[in-house]
């Protein structure tokens, strides 16, 4: 189960105040520096979703770092947690959900990535906020937007072999870097008026602290959110980096259908009947070959869904890659805490840009 959220993204600094923002409509948009766009033939200012100020002037790890430690903090503060530097933590491990490190976007030398993340990540994310090293070493799953499914069947199996009392999860991401802005321009996945399908780049950080029910009742903790199950299916090739536009488009109705699987499968989990009603939510952000997968998905699914509410969290916040996962059962955890929940079961469904779909089954408190 999920007994803890921390949340801060562009329209708030912790899960109340964001979720209570998503949930009015609120989008904060501002000029970015980044590649050049156009509208009405001129030059145009590139618009984004940054938590500002907070990650201003601080790039890839430096900006995650800086999301992340309010988002710990934050996970602290709302599950009413002992304070960083408690024996707490001591047995607590820590799993990261992060983006998809591709050369194109970081250029990191392969060989070197777990070390380099541990030490630009693990290790000074423990000194900002003082959390005590873990039970277990810090993993780091790699996964886009898939990688909070990812990292929930991580934490599953860490809980489930009893190498530590509960897990940590951290899902950061940030689009608004220089490399990974110029990456989605030569893509041509960045959005404009030249280019209405396109993403608009955010940045976010979510936390979930998860463990076993006895253990939080035993602890006197709290309940946001239970987890059903999760998901996840691969492609059956791997994307091509040289000619990812083409190799997405080509793989729509697979992805479409592992999405349609993973659905049909976190459903039957959750419910008797086969059936799903409640609140959805997708990691849809404007570009064409995600809409399609989706729809090519809901088509499948007709029979599966019946009453539902489609969430897009991108509308006020912009994409935010890796964090999306996290942010999407943040959103349903307080639906069911301020009772404008659709229903007691919510899913999150994830594609990740490599084709990877994850999809995470939540039920609500007290059900």
């Not at 990650?55 to 947690?81: C, K, P, S, Y």
């Not at 000074?124 to 906020?129: D, F, G, H, M, Y």
């Not at 780091?140 to 898939?146: E, N, Q, R, S, V």
């Not at 399609?292 to 699914?301: D, E, F, K, Q």
């Amino acid at each position: 189960m999920i007994s803890s959220l921390g949340l801060v993204t562009t329209v708030g600094y912790d899960v109340i105040s964001s979720a209570a923002a998503l949930r009015a409509g609120i989008v904060r948009v501002r000029p970015i520096a980044g590649p050049t766009v156009y509208g009405d033939g001129e030059e145009a200012p590139l618009m984004g979703s940054p938590v500002w100020p907070l990650t201003e002037g601080f790039i890839q790890t430096a900006a995650w770092l800086r999301l992340a430690q309010v988002a710990v903090e934050d996970v602290i503060r709302f599950g009413q947690l002992p304070p960083a530097e408690d024996a707490f933590w001591g047995e607590t491990g820590l799993v990261w959900a992060l983006p998809e490190l591709g050369e194109r976007r970081f250029g990191w030398p392969e060989p070197e990535t777990a070390t380099a993340l541990q030490r630009s990540c693990g290790d000074l994310l423990r000194k900002l906020t003082g959390l005590a090293r873990g039970a277990v070493g810090d993993e780091f799953i790699l996964g886009g937007h898939a990688a909070t499914a990812l990292g929930l069947q991580r934490a599953s199996r860490l809980l489930s072999e009893r190498r530590c009392a509960r897990v940590l999860l951290i899902a950061v991401d940030s689009w608004l870097d220089a490399i990974s802005l110029q990456w989605l321009s030569d893509d041509r996945r960045l959005h404009s008026e030249e280019f209405p399908t396109g993403l608009r780049p955010g940045e976010a950080a979510a936390c979930l602290l998860v463990e076993e029910e006895s253990a939080a009742w035993r602890r006197n903790g709290t309940v946001a959110a239970r987890l059903a199950g999760v998901e996840v299916a691969r492609p059956s090739t791997a994307i091509d980096p040289d000619d990812a536009i083409r190799w997405r488009t080509g793989a729509v109705p697979e992805v479409a259908g592992h999405l349609d699987a993973t659905v049909r499968s976190a459903v039957g989990r959750m419910t008797t009947g086969g059936t799903f009603s409640g609140d959805l939510v997708v990691d849809l952000n404007g570009e064409v070959w995600r809409a399609n997968t989706w729809g090519h998905a809901r088509v499948r699914l007709t029979p599966v869904l019946e009453s539902i509410r489609e969430v897009v969290p991108a509308t006020s916040l912009g994409d935010v890659g890796a964090a999306s996962g996290a942010l999407g059962v943040c959103i349903a955890a307080r639906s069911w805490a301020r009772g404008h929940a659709l229903t007691n079961h919510a899913l999150v469904c994830s594609t990740s840009d490599s084709g990877v779909v994850g999809t995470i089954a939540l039920g609500a408190p007290g059900r």
